[in-house]
Nanobody, 119 residues
Framework: QVQLQESGPGLVNPSQTLSLTCTVS??????????WTWIRQPPGKGLEWMGG???????YYSPSLKSRTSISRDTSKMQFSLYLSSLTPEDTAVYYC???????????WGQGTQVTVSS
């Protein structure tokens, strides 16, 4: 059974960098044609796709967040991570990690983790 679990701080100060990790179990993140993505949902708003990393390590980002976002992976731990810099209160959201099949939408999601940006 594929499972994804986000981990990271729940409260971050403005201007700092957010670091979140998604741990995957029951499936290898190097399996061909799958990608691993980050999605967030600010309070009262819709889902926002942030970016992801493919099974072979290629990264891709939302144009609106590209300058502040970095995604990496640790295949030995079956983890992939999100780094979002220069945080503002507008980055407050529930952050999700998800698996994506090439050409399709997410099929497995983590439960989500609340991140609040506040001093």
């Amino acid at each position: 059974q594929v499972q994804l679990q986000e981990s990271g701080p729940g409260l971050v100060n403005p201007s700092q960098t957010l670091s979140l990790t998604c741990t995957v179990s029951g499936f290898s993140i190097t399996t061909a044609y799958y990608a691993w993505t980050w999605i967030r949902q600010p309070p009262g708003k819709g889902l926002e796709w942030m970016g992801g990393i493919t099974y072979d390590g290629r990264t891709y980002y939302s144009p609106s967040l590209k300058s502040r976002t970095s995604i990496s992976r640790d295949t030995s731990k079956m983890q992939f991570s999100l780094y979002l810099s220069s945080l503002t209160p507008e980055d407050t959201a529930v952050y999700y990690c998800a698996r994506v099949i090439s050409g399709w939408g997410p099929d497995y999601w983590g439960q989500g983790t609340q991140v609040t940006v506040s001093s």
